[in-house]
């Protein structure tokens, strides 16, 4: 049994998050403060204390389960600010743990936080045929709004119908986010991101918004740019949510990544960039677990993963072997 978080650090994280949302919208049948406070409690209870210092890639941390793998660096430490240690274990609750049974890819995928909340998010849901919708979000800003921010968007996919076209889901999410976003929140909060609709014989359908491009890595190690196909999110006051499709055949996988990645920057300026990403990606066999082997020993060669300025997440795809 976890120790039960002091009630006044409870209550100072929610009220800090009343600039960005109304705290009084209704989400999933209750007032969004009392969802977010169940579900910090819930975190708190249920999340282990790892303490850890960022910095040593040696201490990135595994789970894995079937054919998902994640890496993650535990970002608690003793003196932490209460606020924004519950902001962090409630993100690491929040994280997806396996891929259904059925899923028609294998996956992994690494999360790593500037100032140890992450404005991203990753998941998935069945559909229900043998496929899978994914996603994956970027919140513009830092700390504890842009990490919050993240957190009221996977409750909001967790009540909608993530089966739907993925227009008409991109749009619903919007609507339902800009209810609870207060019209006047100088922070202006919205997202980029991608969603994905795999379906068991490999074919993809994807909305990317305001994102950077994803990757998809053919079987031989050539690779294809999937570029965004509408605005980011809760910008603009009308989504016009484009879709486009591809496909992906036996040993062909696909790489979808926050801009953090791409921003990642030495002291002389040099980005990690989108050609080394893709060099990287081409080059590993394609098995998801290598893709992450290997592009996160990149990251740690060309960058201090104690110095970040940006969230870093990326989620490697493979399609499985249908024999």
Sequence with gaps: MHPRPPDDAVETLIASLGGS?????????????????????????????????????GELHSTSQGPTHFFYRPHLFPGMDPSLRLGHMVQVHLLPRELPPDSPVEAAAMLESYCHLSGDLFGWQATGDGGLT?????????????????????????????????????????RRFLAIRHADDRACLYATGVLLRISGDGSVTYLSAGHPPMLLRRADGSIERLGAT?????????????????????????????????????????????????????????????VLADL????????????????????????????
């Design 21 to 57: 949302f109304r705290l009084d919208a209704e989400v999933s049948g209750s007032p969004l403060a009392e969802l977010l406070e169940r579900t910090v409690r819930e975190a708190a209870a249920s999340e282990p204390v790892i303490f850890g210092t960022p910095g040593d890639a």
């Design 134 to 174: 994914l996603w994956l979000l970027d919140v513009s800003g830092h700390g504890i709004r842009a990490g919050f921010a993240a957190v009221v968007l996977k409750l909001l996919l967790a009540e909608i119908d993530t089966g739907q076209g993925l227009s008409e889901l991109a749009i619903e999410l919007e």
């Design 230 to 290: 509408t605005v980011p999110l809760a910008l603009l006051p009308e989504l016009d949510a484009a879709e486009a499709s591809s496909q992906l055949r036996p040993g062909d996988g696909l790489l979808a990544y926050s801009d953090g990645l791409l921003e990642l920057a030495r002291t002389d300026g040099e980005a990690f960039g989108l050609d080394r990403v893709a060099d990287v990606f081409g080059c590993t066999d394609g098995r998801p677990t290598r």
């Design 296 to 323: 996160a020993g990149a990251i740690a060669s060309f960058h201090d993963l104690s110095r970040l300025d940006d969230d870093l997440t990326f989620i490697a795809l493979r399609r499985r072997d249908t024999k």
